[in-house]
């Protein structure tokens, strides 16, 4: 079956650690996206790529950096400089050939992050 | 400045009834698209609706309506004959074909809580 794959469901951190967050789709969308949810609010951008080995920065990028390697994935590097992590994490991707994309998002089940 | 307001924090209501959940969005531009994500339990949103700036006539999907009135800037969401199932976050996003990219305003959600 198409879709998105996050992993881990829960993923628990230490103060001062870097964890890596994995996204895998296998649509063959060109367009990937990383959100960050926090309780009672919507979805904030973190980073976006429409092509491999190409990326720019969300809304609210300090702190994480991310990879596109391969057209079918896109992981998330929350690095130790993010000062409140804990949240929920969405991926998501769509069609898109160039330029501004349209389509709707597909997004992943989500992993939700807890720092101890 | 572009946003999107979900002024409804949380709809309780009893099976068989009919919810409407309210979205107002600013935007300056003339062509913008405008979603609705329906997010369960689970997580992972799901995708509803997309509709274009240019497009006013309301659609219908089922229990699903959508009434979008340009001249007021909303999109409301009206599920009709409430189910159980129905329970969930709904968020309207906006999407502007000015923006360099495909970014996702999202608004802050309206949870839909449906009692048998």
């Known amino acids: 079956d198409g879709g998105i794959t996050q992993s881990p469901k829960y993923l628990f951190r230490k103060e001062g650690q870097n964890v890596t967050l994995s996204c895998e789709q296998n649509?063959?969308?060109?367009?990937m996206y990383w959100y960050r949810q926090d309780p009672g609010q919507g979805l904030r951008l973190i980073y976006y790529s429409q092509i491999v080995n190409d990326f720019q920065k969300g809304d609210i990028a300090e702190g994480y950096s991310v990879s596109r390697e391969k057209k079918e994935s896109f992981p998330l590097t929350v690095t130790s400089a993010q000062k409140n992590p804990t949240a929920f994490y969405l991926c998501?991707?769509?069609?898109?050939?160039?330029?501004?994309?349209?389509?709707?998002?597909?997004f992943g089940p989500g992993t939700r992050l807890t720092v101890l | 400045a572009q946003k999107v307001t979900q002024a409804q924090t949380e709809i309780s209501v009893v099976e068989k009834e009919d919810v409407t959940l309210d979205c107002v969005y600013e935007?300056?531009?003339?062509?913008?698209?405008l979603f609705w994500y329906k997010q369960p339990p689970s997580g992972e949103l799901v995708f509803l609706i997309r509709r274009n700036s240019f497009d006013e006539q309301n659609e219908i999907s089922g229990r699903y309506s959508w009434n979008f009135q340009k001249s007021t800037s909303s999109f409301n969401f009206t599920i009709t004959a409430s189910q159980v199932v129905d329970s969930a976050v709904y968020f309207c996003a906006l999407l502007m074909t000015t923006d360099s990219w495909g970014k996702l305003q999202f608004g802050a959600g309206t949870q839909v809580v449906v009692t048998p």
């Open positions: 935007t300056r531009d003339t062509t913008y698209y």
């Open positions: 998501a991707s769509s069609i898109a050939s160039s330029g501004p994309s349209y389509n709707e998002q597909f």
């Open positions: 649509l063959n969308h060109d367009a």
